[in-house]
Nanobody, 124 residues
């Protein structure tokens, strides 16, 4: 599967953005999907995940209550709605996918497919 993330940009503190990730290929509904991010001078970190069947969601503590991950299987797309943005949310956001269904959702090693990333900058 190929992943194309979009929707990044410059936003003010407290603002909102919605990231989209369009997936090519078949059987999108069978993939666990997630977002990771890497900020300047920081390690790559888990942001949010949504499972393939039950569409269960998981979030990093740092974004819980502010970000929402969702998917539209008819459109082969996963979304990340980001509200109440903070400067520490500034990062390149990566869309990722896994077909196997195993592993730990917060671990990057679980995911076989990575998109190219989209930059989010939160500034005053």
């Amino acid at each position: 599967v190929q992943l194309q993330a979009s929707g990044g940009g410059l936003v003010q503190i407290g603002g909102s953005l919605r990231l989209s990730c369009a997936a090519s290929g078949r059987s999108f509904s069978r993939y666990d999907m997630a977002w990771f991010r890497q900020g300047p001078g920081r390690e790559r970190e888990f942001v949010a995940a949504i499972t393939s069947i039950r569409e269960s969601t998981f979030y990093a503590d740092s974004v819980k209550g502010r970000f929402t991950i969702s998917r539209d299987n008819a459109r082969n797309t996963v979304y990340l709605q980001m509200n109440s943005l903070k400067p520490e949310d500034t990062a390149v956001y990566y869309c990722v996918a896994d077909r196997t269904g195993g592993g730990t959702y917060v671990s990057p090693r679980k995911y076989d497919y990575w998109g190219q990333g989209t930059l989010v900058t939160v500034s005053s």
